[in-house]
């Protein structure tokens, strides 16, 4: 009795489910899917955002959000020739917001009364009007007034919010007047800046840390570690002092003279060597030594007699009592000649109380004129094409302030920190784009459909022929598998291609390839401490010559076919996707200066071949011959210096932020190639261990930075468009990953034509002359960027010129070794055509706004069908 | 037998304060890392994890988001799930996980029960023996393994729907068409362990005396089977299902991963990864009180399944 | 009525052995002990016995093939990924279409003639017997118009299929090949095609702005033969044949070229010595190798053993021998698990023991401890202990994965071995013989260690056994939601292996297939053996033969 029940249980249920699937196939003819006539953009993401607030977003997936929802002032276009064809490569500026293109007001806002702005009535490019239209309104319908634009970025810039997007208006390429000091008004800092001298001459308290001071103490050790004190760094030491020295002495002795006014005498030493090492004994700690060594360490025995002070803006700091004045101004003396001691001193500085209106930001409405006057600190240059304005002003910084007000959320208890949520449901997300939120269903989905409020339908060089898309529909799908299934049902418009498909649908007529600006680099590690009898090799990751031989040792063809799903051989910093030149499609890479720099980094001789093109073509990267020769020198040249012993083994490790089978390619990939040329020296067979640690997560640049490990596989990508701002990620102390190898004391020297000799400014065509200039690489960079070579300020031919020095010489440190570019390839559903069958820099695939259909919503739910819900993209 | 039960429920109000305090200390240990990228401003950036009192002593955290708590504020998501109410969030959630569960327990926990009887009676006949085969492969396979199968073969070769249904209409019927996948999934595993248990624990019961008194007695084979077979194999097997019950909230991660349902079994490991505190604390108190509730109710069961273990009795 | 005396004179008895003393004759079986007897009793269930034995061949396979096999678990081939199983048999007998390291697949016709170009130029079959069937299907295109393609559908041999490619030699390797080809007469080394004749070279010229992207192709080189490109996007290139339907080759000549030191005197069919074999760049040459036979070289060179590519179970994801991985991974997988498990099950009965059988104050505090530790989730455990142990201690980086991953399961895993003891005690511990042994003055400890702990044997040993597949169980789904990466460059573990198997689940299954079927097989024979073990160690079954 009681199996029967129980099996008749189990049967009803699988009866259910029978029944469940066969409804849902056989219901096919009279579908009312067939009918349907809008067309939906289907597509999917693996990972959602919830909130999608435009002043405080920080991942990609946050911004997708609100590019549907929101028009810039401009935006890119294609550019047509006579005949209605797209042309290659090229763009225009289309005003959306803005009713035209801004003019530069420089001279007229220079002119206001006592204002505090960086620039005069000659400057240009400072101060601009951007006429806005009129009309425009929101999605429901409330006018989009000139005020909402203040409201905004008097919110984005809200101390009390502190804004993830604050910072992009004053720390990046755009700079609005007192932003920063609207942000941070009022707050307390420590500050050595030129406000020092005011502040001490007020009377203020200054202090003085070793650590925070300027670069004599600084982090980077300065003179004070030069002199044993703080052990970080020696090879400042080496070229100020060490170098010269050897010089003097070398100098000496084929002269015959004594140094040191008779103190050395040549005659007492045989050989150079003894004479070389006593005159630096001498200079160092012998009668000879500067003032300098013992004032520092009096400033540091004086500094632990006080206590710090403990917590406020200062804390950390030491209150300078007059005692140590005295050391510090020793100090100085022995090192500028001068009493200076308070130069190396910081003051409590405070940003000045700054109200909103005197921020670069204001309205302008007097009948003739209507739109928004920008000021700025770094000026904009806009040679005809306007690019800058879409590149920096594609994006908008507007919030509806009724909505906005309402979405505020005081601080909890034990956070200062207002929150706000504004943008994270329908009624929060207002819309002034052409499309508005109309659906979204947390961790799901969401839906987008046309604005018809949209002031740009009503454009026609906005939106004539253009917006084919009505609805737009993107689903949570976190597997790729489900998502590559849904595909082929006919429920997506495109899928990117993953490794497993890729043999057999890479020469699909739906497949598209799309290049990328990232380029992998192996970055060896150089800031390694000295431990010459800890048994392990270390040290010799600081040998230039070893770590070229680690690069020659990669086959990055093979690289690139092994590690990557898809990507080139890569040689240089850049690759095809970086314009020097945006405007008329000036690549760097494919110029002849960036040519030049990979085959002379690579060991690549041009007499060797008929042309430049021919040698570049030739280079290979991987030459094992001058790799095994490179490593057998470094290891002798090290041992014989005594910082490695000949049975010390290599025992270094790869890091990453992860453990998984595509995270290790690159790690046994390099393990062979290293191994392959270490074949011979004491680092063969068991002379080498290459551990891999995966436990890094997020901190994996931080703990590299910070010299936890010794070889990471990593990248930059970003500012395509601005190659000279984009060489900061591989100099700039904060990005810069190869922390060891410190930029100012590199010395690099290139040659410029059409300048003055001693100051190095561009002097115009024709006039000025050739000369080459030598200065440290950062310096070189701080002036290509924002110095005397700065955009506007120098030609592009020799800009180009010193890009490719730089480029040259971090290629040469040899600590970022570029191994591939990488590029994107996925499939097209064939419901969809894109604008263009190529890729165009600026306007990509097209985007929305673009797309055309093969079929509407309801024919294509009847041709899926007809294929028996399964589509062939072979 | 009350006072029993409001000793155990003050107990358990403690051990959810210490699990409370031991979570808020292990997260908190873990270092939060400022990533700056190209362009970013790093004072600014550290500037704004001051402002949110994550750089001060942990106890002191600790007292103001108790005093938080108490109030009813569960505070909001800093990255994870950036700008929205921790409750809200969860309770908007929540509804997906219970109805794939609560279907799945539907389904299982008859069937299991069955197939363990049935199996436990025909005890090592063809019967057992097929079921058995048929409960080790499903409990040996790894469900994103046979919840991957079942997507391919049911619903891209099949009918059915890739993913569960947008949209919040819970109970219609394009919802539970939609939701049939993820359901036959999960209650695999759920039918595989209740069939094995019950089997197992029922072999065990129907060899003992007092089966063999009751056949004497007189009881058919069916009458002596329920009547103290199945009451006495009871006492492992009805916690069992409570647990399944507990279970339900968690959700299944992998199920929900694969089959797009926007429930909550991501929103705990996710809270673990991005270090965002009001959630992980919110999701570890919530399943460690749903845990202990569970765990009283299978304490008092025992007494009600059979009679002789009196709880407190020496 | 009388009685009548019955009279039995004494001669009618005898003395049975006056001469020998009559004693029990000696047992002739020995005492069935409590082990001996569960033994006989396990030895009656037919499933534990098969089940036992399965667990012995699994045991034994993880312990022997290893060893049997000729490759190990670091060994990686980058270009044999997701490689299809092959079995000795499908590869000596051509007609047999079962494990013989093919797929029927259905491929576009760029893709076909590049396989069959393959066929032609080395003799490899790529495509099957060379054999294969066209379908046509009409493409829906822009603006309505459409366009006929031909599908084939064949046999595509995963080991041929990689068929030639460029790459970067020494000059030592280059000659070291052409004395290798000489002496085994195999053809390694293939004709290059000229740089700008290229595949790549060729979309260079019809759109800059992506081509460099196209390269994706980047099959250059199988694409020995003369194609023509069309000339719209998508750019796809198709073979051009000669009037009797044959490839047209399209090798390099160069009779000036004094740079190609070819001298070998393997020559591809058709070569009078005017094919160029090798360009001379910065390393030495670039070539163009089959990679078929170049493996053969690499490993015949180094000695290892490996005469050619053959995996019988095939490759995973990253190119490793399934049959060793899944071997190694199972010795792995094994001794940890089996270490958790005892070691739980001695701490679960422990705690379980004292907390089931004194109950009252002790249960409810113990109750209340192990909720506390049940409750912290063993994620955060095991990241806490991660994060401690890279950056306090020194042990290496690999072994931290693997000293988190103990830690954190013996943290909390006793506590289900504990609670389902403590279960058990409450069942037994008022029943009336526990009742009299107390009240025949047995002290706790005897009661808990001969009363009530064996009669609970049973589950115990089926919970304890049922732990090690469970281990690793858990250990593959930490794998899968990427929290936990056991495998090592030398050591893997089946969760490992079953977590990187589930991408390849719809494309090539073969990958998850084995170790899907070793956890099932070994979770089937761990639950009959513990159901044996269970009824064999129940003390209540004994003597009854039932």
Redesign the interface.
Known sequence: ???RK??A??AI?LVL?LC??????CNKDEDPRYLATTKTYKTYASSF???W?VL?Y?TSD?GDMFSYSSSGFYEFDYKFDENGDVV??QFTIVPVMASDYPTDITAEIAAEPDNDYLFDEEDTGYAWYIPVRKGMTWDNGDPIELEDWIYSMKEQLNPLF?N?R???Y????TVIHNAKNY?YSGKTIMASDDGLIAAINGGADFYFSPAASNYLFGPYGGLASSYGILPTFDSLYNDYFVVTYEEQAAAAWEAGEDLADGAIKKADYDTLEAFTQAYVDYKFTGAGASPLRAAISEVYTIIDTLTPVEEGTAAGYYLVTDELLAALDAVSQGFFGGNYGWAMCSYIGQYPETTFDQVGLRTIDDGERYGLILILDVPYVDNGSHFVWAYDFGGNWLVKPDVYEACK?AP??????W??????SIETSPSYGPYKLT?Y?????YEFSKNDAWFGYSIPELSEGYYETDKIQC????????A???F??G?LAGIGMDV?????Y??????????DDYVNTVQIQTSIAAEPDDGIAKEILLNTKFRKALSLAI?R??Y???CTT?S?AGFGIYN?MHYYDVENGGVYRNTDIAKQVICDV???DVNDYDSLDDAY????G????LAKQLVAEAIAEEIAAGTIKATDVLDI?YGSS????AA??P???L?AAWEKIFEGTQFAGTGFVF?????H???Y??DFKAG?YEVLSAG?S??AWDPFY?M??YIHD??RYAQGWDPRTVKVTVTLNNVDPETGEWLGEGNGETASFTMDALTMWEELYEGTWAEGECNVENRLLILGALEKTVLESYCSIPVT?S?G?ALRS?QI?AFT?????FMGWGGIKYY?Y??NDGDWAR?VDSQN??L?Y? | MIKYTIKRFCLMLFTLFSIMTICFVLIKSL?L?V??G?????E?LE??IE???YR?PVME?YV??L??IFQG?F???INM?????VLD?FL??LP?TMIINIYAML?SV??GL??G??AA?KKNKWQDQVISTGVMIFISVPSYVYA?LV??L???K???????K???DWLSWDM??SV?APV?SLSFGTIAGFARYTRAELTEVLTSDFMLLARTKGLTR?QA??RHALRNAMVPIFPMIIGEFVGIIGGSLIIE????V??VG?LYLNSITTLDYDYFMFLSMFYTAIGLAAGILVDLSYGFIDPRIRMGAK | MERTEYVINKSSFEFVNLDSNIHDNKLDTKPVGYLRDALRRFAKNKGSVVAAGIILILVLFAIIAPMASDYTVSF?D??FR?TLPICTAAKNNPNMDFWDGCSE????Q??FELYYGINVESGQEAVKRGEYTVRQ?T??????KT?V?N?YTFRLNSYY?VGA????L?LEEYRSIQEYQDRTGKQVLYPVVA?KERVTALLDQL?P??A???????DDGNFWYKVKISS???Y?PTAVFDENGNYINNYAVDPTSDKDLYTSKMLVEGDTKQYLYGIK????F?VRINYYEYFCYVHYMAGDGIESPHFIFGT???GQDIFTCLAAGARFSFLLAILVSIINLTLGAIYGAIEGYYGGLADICMERISDILGAIPMMIVLTLV??QL??KTDI???D??LVSMIISFLATGWIGMASSVRMQFYRFKNQEYVLAARTLGARDRRIILKHILPNSLGTLITGSVLVIPGVMFSESSLAYL?IL?LS??TSTSIGVLLA?GQ??????PHVILFPALFISLLMLSFNLFGNGLRDAFNPQLRGSEG
């Open positions: 009795m009681k199996q129980l099996i249980v189990v249920v489910v469940a699937s066969v409804f849902v196939a955002a919830t909130s607030n405080d920080e946050q290659d490569g502190m993830y604050a910072d992009s004053y720390s990046s390429s942000l959320v909890a208890d034990g956070s200062e920190l929150t706000s949520t504004y943008g994270t659906a269903q947390t961790g799901k989905y689903s949570l799908m976190e597997e790729w598998d489900t590559w299934m849904a082929q049902k429920d497993k498909i890729a043999d057999e890479k020469t699909s007529a739906r497949a598209y390839f799309t290049p086959d063809v093979e690139a076919k092994q898809s080139l095809s690579y060991a690549v073509a030739a280079v290979v991987y030459d094992l011959a490790t992860v453990d998984s089978e290790r390619r790690y046994n990939f393990k551990n891999y640690d995966g436990t997560g997020d901190a640049a931080n936890q930059w970003g500012a984009f900061m990620a904060d990005y570019y590029f390839a064939y055509e069958d190529t890729y165009n820099t055309s093969n079929y041709y819900g399964q062939n072979k | 270092p890392v990533d700056v190209l362009g970013k401003d790093a600014f500037g704004i402002a949110r009192g001060k955290q103001t988001y005093g938080r504020d505070g909001v998501g799930e950036k700008g929205t109410y969030n908007q959630r997906a389904i008859p069937v069955g197939l009887i049935f009676l991957f997507q391919y049911l619903c891209f099949g009918g059915l729907p890739l993913q569960m947008n949209g919040t539970f068409v049939l036959l069916g089977t329920i991963q694969i089959f797009g926007p429930g991501r | 990686r980058p270009y997701t697949v259905e491929l576009a760029t893709t299907v493409r829906e295109l822009k603006n309505n366009r393609d599908l299929k490619y460029y790459k970067n020494t740089k759109d702005s992506t460099s992207s196209k390269t994706y192709i980047n719209k996007a998508p796809t760049n910065q390393n030495g670039e995973n994801g990253d991660r994060l890279s950056n290496p980086s690999q931290i994965a990427g990466d090592t460059s990187n991408p390849y689940l719809t494309t090539y």
